[in-house]
């Protein structure tokens, strides 16, 4: 096997800089908190599964809607789960005014209704995913979309007054299927809580190698990614996360989504920002293997260099 470059080990110092710069005591800014504050495995698979679904937009107004919902479920999610007997209700009471930018409340009744219906079939939602699991695959895509397949062929009458979802509901957005080439950033970062175990991720489900896990894409993840050279795509789709897990996977084959976490705390942090002339780029752990941040580096460094020439002239 090919030595790694001097570039590659720069970049691998860096991000386990990153990783151990941003650890538990910042989740906080991430809607993994909201699973954190259960104790049983089956509260916090119900109470990820909201948080993830809802995890787009600003955290701000994410942290606000998962609160409405997780509140609406009382102290314990799966067991309120258990117990409703109409979801139409549900949206009419508890969650009447929900609003997460285009899903209302019957959107998120239905994403309950969903959830409630894997507990029922499958006896918990670690075996509905499990279930799924091939030794043969490479990744989750397969996985996720026999899943959503799952998902989209349940009965949907008892929230949505037909069988099938519409093709314009807003509750299809909760089932992304990679196969169609979505990043699945939702879908990921569930799974990444779930799976994976640290200081930040819960490792429950212990079915699921921690080495198929894809890394989740969103704008953050993906701007930042592109600026250290691990994706070229300008698209932020499966191809692109698959690109940015392998990338990672060189540094750490069997948990390559570990530097997702750390990764994305510049982003939502405000350090590494879309306009590269307001990026932190001092602030920022990554910025001697980042385009970016030796640019500016250089940049502030010339003048320096300039002014000592003419010292000597």
Known sequence: MRAPSASAERLHDRLDALYLRYGAETVGTDPIVFPRRYASEADREVAGWVAAAFAYGQVPTIQSSVAKILAALGPSPAGALDRVGDFRAL?????????????????????????????????????????????????????????????????WRPILGSRRIPERSPVRFFFPDPADGSACKRWNLYLRWMVR?????????????????????????????????????????????????????????????????????????????????????????????????????????????????????
């Open 91 to 155: 949206a009419r009471g508890p969650l009447e005014g929900f609003r997460h930018r285009f899903h209302g409340a019957r959107d998120a009744a239905a994403l309950l209704y969903a959830i409630a219906r894997v507990r029922a079939e499958s006896g918990s939602v670690r075996a509905f995913f499990e279930s799924e699991l091939r030794e043969e695959e490479a990744d989750v895509a397969p996985l996720l979309s026999r899943a959503v397949q799952r998902l989209l062929a349940f009965d």
């Open 197 to 313: 175990r640290d200081a930040v991720d819960f490792g429950i489900w212990r079915g699921i190698p921690s080495r198929r896990l894809v890394v989740p894409t969103d704008t953050h993840v993906h701007r930042i990614a592109r600026r250290l050279g691990l994706t070229r795509r300008r698209t932020a789709d499966w191809l692109a996360a698959r690109q940015i897990t392998d990338a990672f996977a060189r540094f750490d084959p069997e948990d390559p989504v570990r530097f997702d976490y750390a990764l994305c705390r510049i982003g939502i942090l405000d350090i590494c920002r879309p306009r590269t002339a307001l990026c932190l780029c001092d602030d920022c752990p990554v910025q001697s293997v980042c385009s970016i941040g030796r640019r500016r580096a250089a940049r502030a460094e010339a003048p320096v260099v300039l002014a000592t020439r003419e010292a000597v002239l």
